[in-house]
Structure formats: C-alpha cells, structure tokens
C-alpha cells in the first residue's frame, strides 16, 4: 500500500478563516478522495479529486466552500473556505494505487477545530 | 439514497472468542466491499476487502459476502484485546460508473474484547 502524509495533522482556526489541508502520497495512485468525521460519526465522501480537472463534489459539499485542487498524481489539497464551528472535523485523504484492485487507503486525517 | 447499516453495537466478546461484524447494503449495484479497523484518534485502516461471493479468510479475520441478500460480514477468530476498536464497514460503488471508487460507509460497530 503507498504511504500517506497529510499536513496540518491538526489545527484550531477561528471562524471565518481558511485553512488549506495538503495530502501527499509516495507513489502515483489513481484516484484520491477527501472525506469528512464529524465528531462520533462515520465517514463521509466530500468529493473526488481529479487530475488535472476540478474535483466532483458529492451531495452536500460545494467548490466555493470546500476547493480541491490535484495537480498530479501524488498529491492534492483541501481548502475548508469561511470555517465556521461546524466544520470542526476530521477531514482524512484517501488513495487507490496502481497495481492493486480498487481497494482504498487513507491518510493520518486533519483534526480541525474551528473556534 | 445508498444504505450501508451496520449490526448495532457495541459489542462485547471475551478474549479467544469469535467476534462477528454484520453489514447490509442497498445498492445492488455494488461491486466491492471494505472492512476498516478505527482505533480511537486514529484513521480507518484496511483490514479486508471482499468482491466475489463466498468467504476470504486472511489470519484470524474472515470476510463473507451474500450479493443476493445484499449482505456482508466479518469474523475475527482468536480475538484479541488489541481487536478493540471500530470496525467500519465500506461499500465501492458500481464499477466503471460515476460511483466507482465512491465508498459509503456504516456507521461503525464498536468491539470490546475483554480479558
């Protein structure tokens, strides 16, 4: 499995501000996802990132609120835009490497804490 | 809507016994299926994936997959207080489609394996 590095692992920011989440991956993978833990919840899927494209966003989640961007691929960036207290979460990068079948890995995951 | 339910936890089993996980979905469409161990502050960690009918065992862990009851499980044999945590069962999307690599998630069961 390729390892993964995600950078914030944590931060506190106050309401209104941005904060910029980078994933970086040892080897190329195929797709990369972003997901969101709420506190106590399950994961969910906030969009895909794609190569080179903007990102698909699933229900829920928008590009003005939550920009992706994926520039090749090892690496890609979450920007949680205009935080406010609810967006407190864990945000956790995700990754299919080549060679494998469509089994996913995630990274170490972003504690966000918005005040 | 996509429905992945979970048995409802937590569950508790004595050390050495068989511990067994259950997961329904609702996509019938749904070509693969993940189980992921979450210890707490820490992000899942792939511990089975499953696509064919029938069972996979790797160690002391089994994944059995029903695509006709749309049902999936895992067995951990030997359990193991190391075994506690959160068990998060995933379901991938149809493949080839715009779901494919999309996973939903349960909402987790909690297993605590006591000495």
């Known amino acids: 499995s390729a390892v993964i590095s995600q950078k914030p692992s944590r931060d506190i920011c106050q309401r209104g501000t941005s904060l910029t989440i980078q994933c970086q991956v040892d080897?190329?993978?195929?797709?990369m996802f972003w997901y969101r833990q709420q506190p106590g919840q399950s994961l969910t899927l906030i969009a895909t990132?794609?190569?080179?494209?903007?990102?698909?966003?699933e229900s829920g989640f928008v590009i003005d609120k939550f920009p992706i961007s994926r520039p090749n691929l090892t690496f890609s960036t979450l920007t949680v835009s205009n935080m406010s207290p609810e967006d407190s979460s864990i945000y956790l990068c995700?990754?299919?490497?080549?060679?494998?079948?469509?089994?996913?890995?995630f990274g170490p995951g972003t504690r966000l804490t918005v005040t | 809507q996509k429905e992945v339910e979970q048995n409802s936890g937590p569950l508790s089993v004595p050390e050495g016994a068989i511990a067994s996980l259950n997961c329904t979905y609702s996509?019938?469409?749904?070509?693969?299926f993940f189980w992921y161990r979450q210890y707490s502050g820490k992000s899942p960690e792939l511990i089975m994936f499953?696509?064919?009918?029938g069972d996979k065992e790797d160690g002391r862990f089994t994944a059995q997959l029903n695509k006709a009851s749309q049902y999936v499980s895992l067995l951990i044999r030997d359990s193991q207080p190391s075994d506690s945590a959160t068990y998060l069962c995933?379901?991938?999307?149809?493949?080839?489609?715009?779901?494919?690599?999309?996973?939903?998630f349960g909402q987790g069961t909690i297993l605590t394996v006591h000495p």
């Open positions: 995700s990754v299919v490497p080549f060679g494998g079948e469509d089994e996913q890995y």
């Open positions: 080897s190329q993978v195929t797709m």
């Open positions: 990132a794609n190569q080179g494209s903007e990102a698909t966003y």
């Open positions: 996509d019938r469409g749904s070509q693969s």
């Open positions: 499953i696509y064919s009918n």
């Open positions: 995933a379901v991938n999307g149809g493949a080839g489609g715009t779901s494919y690599g999309k996973l939903t």
